[in-house]
């Protein structure tokens, strides 16, 4: 039911109530005021009558009593009879000379009793002389020649029910009057009232519709426009929040716009939500891709799976991925799980950089191995000149030199040779179960007596049973670059740990020392290749800053990883992590 019906049904039935129990009071009251009215009158008039018969000049003959009756009954508008006091009827208004005669003896009638008895009397009933009810009042007559007879006046019943009635008539007409009024006052109230409602109402469809700008105009100066203040106000700040959303998307949207690198978001359900130009280009999509899937839109599966397992999964992920469509390309896809249940994909296009890589790491897999034979040749010589007596001292000293220079040229192209071949495309890891526990303590007495000589000694820590699978000599190689380096810089004092354990299931080695350390800056590059923290130094003691690029490849192609740890001044902490259920390497994988 419409707010306004209701409001005006309501008034409707209070009001019916109100004058249906205010009517019923007043119809009692205007009836009884129109009997006691005629009543009253019946009793003023029969007064005044007996006092005017009682008067001397009154006829003493009855037959012109009957006459002067008849024009006293006129002017009351009433039936006039006068009982003689032996009870017959002297003279009646309505009854005229035999008639008269006729009249039986009315001191038996009950007003005439009354009368006699005490001045005064009334009764209401049926008249057999006129045929119909009648009320009846009587006095005695006190003087005059009609002394102790009663004088009486009657009005049929049949006038008091007139006026009743009509008063009836003109109380229901102002009931039914009162009630017109008050459905009309309350339907204008109820309009009154519902109106503002009305237009809250439509405002606030606006609002839903998503018109802004309209204000609702309601002035009632109480709390309905209160609300309507508090509409606006909440429309306005809605308003500003979207234009605030809207900017910020735009700003968003310039942004994706003008990257280089193609940008994927997905919602929870992995349906797309935002793909920027870069991305469509890359993937040479003609349509816009958001509202579809990744597989539908993109058609490639490694990033679709990419996507979702970043999405199920906490974590922030790194991979590379070879496309043939719409170009052969290589893409470094960076992803990240939202708080939205969803992922970000950053897609970077790597293929020249791969390219100007691969072009690279041909050039120095060839020189170095170009540079095999002739070192070779050169150390054989030297070896030779060695064997032969030398005279002079000078030569000695040359050929020396010549063996050093010949030995370290050799460890570099030994080095960059093998990280080459670790690095090649078709490399394949010798896989077998590697016993680390065993690796270790093999290493750790193999390498007791120098680091007895550079450094304060070493110690083994490592737990039985820790296998990976893995390459040997790879996992071999990398530890003993590890001791080589805590040998050659820790320093004199330093004391170094060689530790094998397994953390959350995966196994890790530590070679730990006591020494120098490394300066916070050039931790984050230590692991670039040819790279050297105090470049004198290090090329005193014969370092070509290979040595951790090779580490970090070694775990690398394990599927796992190595990180720096130091403290300059207080020591340096190299620990390689091996996953063990790794197999073999992953599909893909890269750093
Ligand atoms: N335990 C360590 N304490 C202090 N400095 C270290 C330690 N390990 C490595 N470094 C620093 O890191 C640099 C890089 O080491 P890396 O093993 O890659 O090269 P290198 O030892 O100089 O040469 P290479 O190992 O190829 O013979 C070293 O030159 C050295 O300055
Ligand atoms: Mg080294």
């Known amino acids: 039911m419409r707010l306004r019906n209701r409001i005006f049904s309501t008034y409707l039935v209070v009001s019916f109530v109100l004058v249906a129990v205010v009517g019923a009071l007043l119809y009692r009251a205007a009836i009884d005021a129109a009997r006691v009215g005629f009543e009253d009158r019946l009793a003023t008039t029969v007064q005044i009558l007996a006092v005017e018969l009682g008067r001397t000049s009154t006829p003493a003959e009855e037959s012109e009593l009957d006459v002067y009756i008849d024009a006293l009954a006129r002017a009351a508008a009433a039936r006039v009879t006068i009982v003689a006091p032996d009870g017959h009827v002297a003279a009646d208004s309505e009854f005229d000379g035999p008639e008269l005669a006729a009249l039986d003896n009315h001191n038996s009638r009950a007003e005439v009793i009354a009368a006699r008895r005490l001045g005064t009397g009334e009764s209401t009933r049926y008249s057999r002389s006129l045929g119909t009810d009648l009320v009846y009042r009587a006095n005695t007559i006190d003087a005059g020649p009609w002394a102790g007879s009663v004088a009486r006046v009657a009005i049929p019943r049949t006038r008091i029910q007139a006026a009743q009635s009509n008063a009836r008539r003109r109380l229901l007409g102002a009931l039914a009057l009162a009630l017109a009024l008050a459905g009309v006052t309350g339907a204008l109230w109820a309009r009154r009232l519902s109106l503002p409602i009305k237009g809250l109402k439509e405002a606030a469809e606006q609002v839903r519709d998503g018109q802004l700008e309209a204000r609702v105009d309601i002035r ?12 606006d106000g909440a429309r306005n700040q809605l308003a500003s929040r979207i234009q605030n959303a809207n900017s910020e998307r735009d700003q968003l949207e310039a942004v994706l716009d003008g990257m280089v690198e193609g940008v994927m978001v997905t919602d929870a359900n992995g349906t797309i939500v935002i793909a920027n130009p870069a991305l469509r280009t890359l993937f040479g999509l003609e349509s816009p891709a958001v509202g579809h899937t990744v597989i539908a839109a993109i058609r490639q599966p490694a990033v679709a799976a990419i996507m979702e397992e970043t999405a199920a999964r906490n974590t922030v992920m790194s991979r590379e991925i070879t496309i043939t469509y719409p170009m052969d390309r290589i893409i470094a896809l960076y992803a990240t799980k939202l708080s939205t249940g969803g992922a970000a994909g950053v897609f970077h296009d790597v293929t020249a950089l791969k390219r ?3 072009v690279r790491r041909d050039f120095v897999a060839n020189v170095s191995h170009e540079l095999q034979t002739p070192l070779a040749t050169l150390s054989a010589h030297a070896e030779s000149l060695a064997g032969a007596d030398l ?17 370290r040229l050799s460890a570099l192209v030994a080095d960059l040779l093998e990280l080459s071949r670790i690095e090649s495309d078709g490399f394949e890891p010798v896989w077998t179960a590697v016993d680390v526990n065993a690796l270790v303590n093999d290493l750790a007495s193999e390498w007791e007596p120098r680091a007895g000589e550079s450094v304060q000694g070493l ?7 820790l296998v990976v699978a893995g390459d040997r000599r790879l996992l071999r190689q990398a530890v003993v670059n590890l001791l080589e380096n805590a040998i050659k810089y820790a320093g004199e004092a330093a004391h170094i740990r060689l530790i094998a354990r397994r953390v959350n299931g995966d196994a890790q080695i530590e070679v730990a020392d006591t020494g120098r350390g490394i300066p916070i800056e050039d931790q984050s590059r230590l692991f670039e290749r040819f790279y050297r923290v105090e470049k004198g130094r290090a090329r005193v003691a014969g370092g070509t800053g290979l040595g951790l690029s090779i580490v970090k490849h070694v775990a690398e192609v394990h599927g796992g990883s190595v990180v720096v740890e130091s403290t300059p001044g207080a020591g340096a902490k ?7 259920s790794q197999t073999g390497p992953k599909p893909g994988e890269s750093s």
């Not at 009632?220 to 509409?231: N, S």
């Not at 002079?392 to 050929?399: H, I, P, Y």
């Not at 190299?574 to 063990?580: A, C, K, L, Q």
Request: proline residues 4%; without cysteine; negative net charge.
């Open 459 to 465: 110690t083994v820590e490592s737990e039985p049973e």
């Open 356 to 358: 100007t890589d691969a």
């Open 391 to 407: 005279k002079s001292s000078q030569a000695k000293e040359s050929l020396a030199a010549i063996q050093r220079q010949v030995g």
């Open 574 to 580: 190299f620990v390689i992590t091996i996953p063990t």
């Open 220 to 231: 009632t100066g109480d709390e309905i426009e209160e609300l309507a203040q508090a509409l």
